[in-house]
Every structure is written in C-alpha cells, then in structure tokens.
C-alpha cells in the first residue's frame, strides 16, 4: 500500500495562534487527499476533500476559513488551523485514495495530535 | 449521507473468536470497509467488501449484505495484540468514506 506521512505528529500550541500540518505521499502520486479530525472515543469525521491543483471541497460545517487546505503538488497537501481555539484540540488524520479500481482503499497517515492551550 | 452502527465494545479470551457486527444505512453504496486502530494511531486497512459474501484474510474474515444493510469482521485465534478498536466504513460513489464510531475488542490473557 501507499506510504504517508504526517508532520509535525504532535503540536500544543497557545490560543490564537494558527498551525499548520503537513501531509505528504512518500511513494505515491496523490490527486486527492483526505482530511479527518477524531475526537476522543469517536470516530473519525470527514472535514474535507483536497484535489491536487484546487480548491478543496468542505464537508457540512466545516469552515473553510478557518481550515485552510492546500495541496500544491501530487505529493504534498497540507491543513492549516487558523487561529485555534480549545474546542478545536483533536486528533487530525490525512489520507489518500489509490485509484484504478473499486477495490482501491484510503492508506491513512500517521496522524497530528493537536493540543490548543 | 450515512449511518453506520456497531457496538461499542466487546471483551473476548486469547485465542478465541470475535464477531463485530455493522449495520449501515446508506444514500449510495460503494464497498465496504474495515480498519483497526491503536489507541493514538491512525487506522490500518483490513478488509474490504463490495459484492455480497464472505472475504478471509488469515485470521481476520469479513462478510457483507447489501440488501440487508450488514456486514461483520470475523476474527479468529485472538491474540493481545488484537486489542483495539475496529472501524466499519461504508464509501460513497465519490469515494468518500463514512465511519462508525468503532468497536473497542479487549483481548483477556
């Protein structure tokens, strides 16, 4: 399967600031990317859907501005929290979609536990 | 959109078998997946599903019913490191995945 990795895999930061996590395809070409956030004990939520070239494509009540997502190369898309808040401290997971048949899966990165003081 | 339902948790003994079961509601349908994942981990792909019937992969099967709206993870010969918690994701014809809120499997010595 494909290889992803996630940087930076934990971050606190102070509220008010804004960070930014990188997700990259070591060993695969990515046109699109896949962006959750988890909550302790639940599961993980879809927040967007990042296309290599433009504009991501945001999930029901997930602001746009204030998750900025850029994916400027197949191999690259990254998720910037923008002026973070404690309600926003979760467990932020990327992950890209192979293609070339149905049978084709999500290969997850590592993830970026993001703590907002 | 989805709704994807499974038990929240489930305590078995080494070496026996595990049934996780999910049922699923969906607006469009196309395959059906399961993950494991470690506690401060992301999910690892397990197995995937997309006409009816039974997939096994070593020690771990899953089964799936589209007109019924189920599948369920089999697994088998239960080892400790098997403790975790269990994702059953349904995908869209857009390819996006929907979650279930996972089922934590505790694997008593």
């Known amino acids: 399967g494909a290889v992803v990795s996630q940087h930076p895999s934990r971050v606190i930061c102070k509220s008010g600031t804004s960070v930014k996590i990188e997700c990259r395809s070591l060993?695969?070409?990515?046109?699109?990317m896949f962006w959750y956030r988890q909550f302790p004990k639940q599961s993980l939520m879809l927040m967007a859907t990042?296309?290599?070239?433009?504009?991501?494509?945001?999930e029901q009540g997930v602001e746009k501005d204030k998750f900025l997502i850029n994916h400027a190369s197949l191999t690259l898309s990254t998720l910037t929290v923008t002026s973070a808040h404690p309600e926003d401290s979760s467990f932020y997971i990327c992950?890209?979609?192979?293609?070339?048949?149905?049978?084709?899966?999500?290969?997850f990165g590592p993830g970026t536990r993001l703590t907002v003081l | 959109g989805q709704n994807i339902d499974q038990p929240t948790e489930m305590t078995a003994t080494e070496g026996a078998i595990v049934q996780i079961n999910c049922t699923y509601q969906?607006?469009?349908?196309?395959?059906l997946f399961w993950y494991q994942q470690h506690a401060g981990e992301a999910p690892t792909f397990l197995s995937y599903?997309?006409?009816?019937g039974l997939e096994e992969k070593g020690r771990f099967s899953s089964f799936l019913s589209r007109s019924k709206g189920y599948s369920y993870l089999l697994l088998k010969e239960l080892q400790m490191k098997d403790s975790a918690s269990y994702l059953c994701?349904?995908?869209?014809?857009?390819?996006?995945?929907?979650f279930g809120a996972g089922t934590t499997v505790t694997v008593r010595a």
């Open positions: 060993d695969f070409q990515a046109t699109t």
């Open positions: 599903n997309v006409l009816d």
């Open positions: 994701a349904v995908r869209d014809p857009d390819y996006k995945l929907s």
């Open positions: 992950s890209l979609g192979t293609s070339g048949g149905a049978g084709d899966t999500q290969y």
């Open positions: 990042s296309n290599e070239g433009s504009k991501a494509t945001y």
């Open positions: 969906t607006s469009g349908f196309n395959g």
